[in-house]
């Protein structure tokens, strides 16, 4: 819409003031984190089990999620038009929870990913910062990969690929306290 273009336009113009870098402050004023997309985030912990997340959605904002630990499938949920599905693993039954329920969240891993001018206000110390660490070949795409350290996050070494022509997130990697997560790169439609 035309009132998203001009807060993007605006975001980019406050980014722009802080960072020296006008290829992240258009990433930065224009992510959104809505489909249509597929990502796969796959999870390692300190004893080597491997949680997989994978999480397909479209312009909508309805979503498929379905986890795997070490290559089973542990969960599955559906978020479509409000309702949400939960598929029972024992025996393979869906349970759906109307939008007027209290469903169990399907947000994607993402969602609380968002750049905005508040963040950008904070005094510099407490403002996150950028390294770009270059361009790297990411899938089909060239990207741009950047570090990103965010004082107000616990996770560290967060790195984000970044397409150099869409100006789209295409990996983002970090470090917690949990383990190590990896996102694989993410797929457009």
């Known amino acids: ?5 001009v807060a993007s336009k605006e975001a980019e113009t406050a980014c722009s003031k802080l960072y020296d870098d006008k290829d992240f402050c258009k990433f930065a004023s ?3 984190g809505k489909g249509p997309y597929k990502v796969s985030f796959v999870t390692t912990d300190k004893t080597g089990k491997a949680t997989t997340l994978l999480m397909e959605i479209d312009a909508n904002n309805n979503s498929s999620t379905i986890t795997q630990i070490n290559g089973k499938e542990t969960a599955a949920f559906i978020s479509l038009n409000g309702d949400t599905y939960l598929k029972n693993e024992a025996d393979g039954s869906w349970l759906k929870y109307p939008k ?3 469903a169990p969240p399907t947000e994607s891993p993402t969602s609380s990913l968002k750049f905005d001018t508040t963040d950008l206000a904070k005094p510099a110390d ?5 390294n770009n660490l270059g361009k790297e070949s990411c899938g089909e795409a060239n990207c741009i990969k950047y570090q990103i350290n965010d004082p107000s996050q616990t996770s ?3 790195i984000f690929w970044v397409g150099d022509k869409d100006f789209q997130m295409h990996k983002w990697s970090y470090k917690d ?3 190590v997560t ?8």
Do not use: C, L, P
């Open 177 to 179: 306290a949990d383990g």
């Open 126 to 130: 407490q403002r996150m910062s950028i």
């Open 100 to 102: 007027s329920t209290n």
């Open 30 to 32: 224009s992510y959104t």
């Open 156 to 158: 560290t070494d967060n």
């Open 182 to 189: 990896n996102v694989g790169e993410f797929t457009y439609s």
């Open 1 to 5: 819409t035309a009132s998203e273009k």
